[in-house]
């Protein structure tokens, strides 16, 4: 084995080509103060984000005077605008990121069994899909929270059920194309078993594909979390979330225009980042497609220029 085969050698190549993405790299430090903000500001600004301040009420941003705490503004309470996000993006998080992890595992799991299977088992899956998906996931959440008491544990539960076909489709398509390879019928030549030969074989094949549509699906429920709050129906005061701030900011929006923007901006900016990190990781992943990362910028932008003047002479 040579030293570019170690697990050390593949971090520094996967360090190396993400640094020659500059987009890539503003995004992955943007995701880490989201999430470093989410595990640890709560701990040290809970108090901050819920203490009002009668005299400080619709503090217009950018201000220093009541200290860096009121940067952003506050709120027709007087409350830390900046505290009250950093606090409200646990809560986003914490329903974003276990609707989508439950929705890969268990749509994952079902999708390669069902792809590597085939026949009956493929039909009742498709199926079945096709009843969660003739169901837009945002009206199935309305309806679901309308009738059962809109909580954190409900939103995540229905947006996990309700994204779980769209890795069970993807999934068994991939599977199904892979169980007629040669290396898998090789492993069922000499016995192995089926869960064996999906865990071994098919399973590393899958999951880059599958990583990239969870990072790009991350952005759709949180987006729908933030709709639901901004409906009523979502997280529920006392909790706070950028949703349910931005619902919260839009009754003084011409007078505090700040309650409601900076939110909002908040959840464009995440949204955006996971997308430009799931547009790199498509790339990093593919092996047919790596190459495109190790040229040179220059390279690319003249690349990227050539392809657009051919167009043009062919139009």
């Not at 059962?148 to 539960?157: C, D, E, K, Q, R």
């Amino acid at each position: 084995m040579t030293s570019v085969d170690t697990p050390a050698a593949s971090r520094v190549t996967w360090w190396r080509l993400l640094l020659r993405d500059r987009f890539a790299c503003v995004a992955v430090v943007i995701l880490l103060l989201v999430a470093t903000s989410a595990l640890i500001g709560p701990l040290l600004l809970g108090d901050l984000a819920v203490k009002q301040n009668l005299r400080a009420v619709n503090r217009p941003p950018f201000g220093l005077d009541d200290g860096w705490a009121f940067l952003l503004g506050s709120d027709s309470l007087g409350r830390s605008l900046l505290a009250r996000l950093i606090v409200a993006s646990r809560t986003t998080l914490s329903v974003a990121v276990p609707a989508v992890v439950v929705s890969l595992v268990v749509g994952s799991i079902w999708g390669m069994w069902a792809g590597y299977h085939r026949g009956w088992r493929e039909n009742v899956s498709m199926r079945v899909a096709d009843v969660i998906l003739s169901f837009p996931s945002l009206l199935l959440a309305v309806v679901v929270l309308y009738v059962f008491s809109p909580s954190a544990g409900n939103i995540v539960l229905v947006l996990a059920i309700a994204r779980i076909p769209i890795y069970l489709r993807a999934a068994r398509a991939e599977s199904a194309e892979l169980q007629s390879r040669l290396f898998v019928d090789a492993a069922r030549t000499f016995g192995t078993k089926s869960w064996a030969i999906i865990s071994r074989h098919v399973a590393p094949t899958v999951l880059p594909t599958l990583f990239t549509v969870a990072t790009l699906d991350f952005c759709f429920v949180m987006l729908t979390e933030s709709s639901l709050s901004f409906l009523g129906i979502g997280i529920q005061p006392p909790d706070m979330s950028w949703g349910l701030m931005v619902a919260q900011g839009r009754q003084v929006l011409q007078s505090a225009w700040w309650i409601a923007v900076f939110p909002g901006l908040a959840i464009v900016v995440t949204t955006v980042s996971a997308t430009v990190l799931a547009s790199w990781a498509r790339l990093a992943m593919d092996p047919g497609q790596r190459w495109r990362l190790t040229l040179p910028r220059s390279r690319r932008e003249n690349r990227r220029e050539a392809r657009h003047k051919n167009k043009e002479v062919r139009a």
